[in-house]
């Protein structure tokens, strides 16, 4: 007897606190039936979807709060759900696109949960509206992309800056750039290596500016002191971009890109492994961009006979892949000239 009684009185005070969790819930709760109708909504949910309880009890939640473009994808989520009794989807969340009563569609999150998956055909709907969280995640992405197009432009200014100082190279580094990102997509690295290796290579040579520009400028063959000069061009491109905390190793890229597989390159005479694999893709475009350049103490070589030079040299100076790749970059119908800043899709992201 005291057992009933107890039992009746613990059901009673569930009851009330069911009632209270669901009346006073920042959450939009709908009440429904195993075919998806509406049988009670919390105020909570009638100011989400703008509509009053009596307006949608015994609609169906598709009706009411579905888009009339998603009803397949609600009617097969719901199918699946049922199916597998809620079981599987207890504690699973999913981003939906609802409907409020004026027909906007706004994001969504729901869960549904069936109280008791044995004996009752009864579920319960969360919906919270994520509009602002949207908007939010928007803005911060718009924001990022914001800041690395500023970014990307600004490398770019200081690529031009070098190439005013050093008239016979116009477009030089752009050209590399180009090229090595091509190289480095077809090796098939991460996308944001290539991006370093893109942005690395727009100002691989921008230790120029250390280099007196009459030697820069002067037409015909550089003497062996000239020479000497332009070679720090490594190590002052290192000292200017060291300090600036790029994600990628950009200054590393201006210090070893003469660098070569045998120890014969400069600034350090590092050998094989010890040159960054960035570093020698720049090395790569930076040379074959070179020489298929027109020089005033030089004509431009034949394609044909650079990408000869290169091969030659695969292991001595080159690493074997990178130089691989390059020919058959060619061979597919790649032109140096040809700069399309568009044709890496990261880099049309960063162009929109
Ligand atoms: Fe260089």
């Given at each position: 007897m005291k057992q009933t009684r107890q039992s009746r009185l613990k059901r009673d005070i569930s009851s009330e606190w069911f009632h209270a969790l669901v009346e006073s819930a920042l959450d939009g709760i709908v009440i429904m039936d195993d075919k998806g109708r509406i049988l009670d909504v919390n105020p909570a949910a009638e100011k989400i979807f703008g509509y009053i309880s009596e307006d949608v009890i015994g609609y169906t939640v598709s009706e009411k709060f579905i888009p009339l473009s998603k009803h397949r994808t609600y009617k097969d989520g719901l199918t699946a759900f049922l199916t597998t009794e809620g079981k599987k989807n207890i504690d699973c969340r999913v981003e939906i696109t609802a409907m409020r009563a004026d027909q906007s569609e706004f994001p969504a999150e729901l869960e549904v949960i069936s109280i008791s998956p044995e004996t009752s055909k009864i579920f319960i709907a969360y919906i919270r509206d994520i509009s602002k969280q949207k908007q939010a995640e928007q803005d911060r992405l718009q924001y990022a992309m914001n800041i690395k197009k500023t970014l990307l432009q600004t490398i770019l200014a200081v690529s031009r800056t070098v190439e005013i100082r050093d008239p016979y190279t116009a477009g030089h580094q752009r050209r590399v750039a180009h090229l090595a990102a091509n190289i480095a997509r077809d090796l098939d690295l991460s996308e944001e290596r290539i991006e370093g290796i893109f942005l690395g290579a727009l100002i691989?040579?921008?230790?120029?500016?250390?280099?007196p520009s009459e030697i820069l400028s002067r037409p015909g063959e550089l003497s062996p002191e000239d020479i000497g000069y332009l070679k720090v061009h490594s190590q002052k491109g290192y000292e200017i971009l060291e300090p600036v905390n790029f994600p990628w190793p950009v200054a590393e890229i201006a210090l070893q890109h003469h660098e070569h597989l045998d120890g014969?390159?400069?600034?350090?005479g590092l050998r094989g492994d010890e040159i960054l694999l960035d570093a020698q893709i720049v090395s790569v475009a930076d040379i074959v961009e070179s020489l298929t350049a027109h020089r005033p103490y030089r004509p431009a070589y034949p394609l044909n006979e650079v990408l000869a030079f290169i091969n030659k040299n695969v292991d001595r100076l080159y690493d074997r892949d990178i130089v691989k790749t390059c020919v058959q970059l060619f061979k597919k119908?790649?032109?140096?000239?040809?700069?399309?800043?568009?044709?890496?899709s990261w880099l049309a992201s960063l162009m929109e």
């Open positions: 691989h040579d921008i230790g120029k500016i250390a280099v014969s390159g400069y600034p350090q119908g790649y032109h140096i000239d040809a700069i399309d800043m568009d044709e890496l």
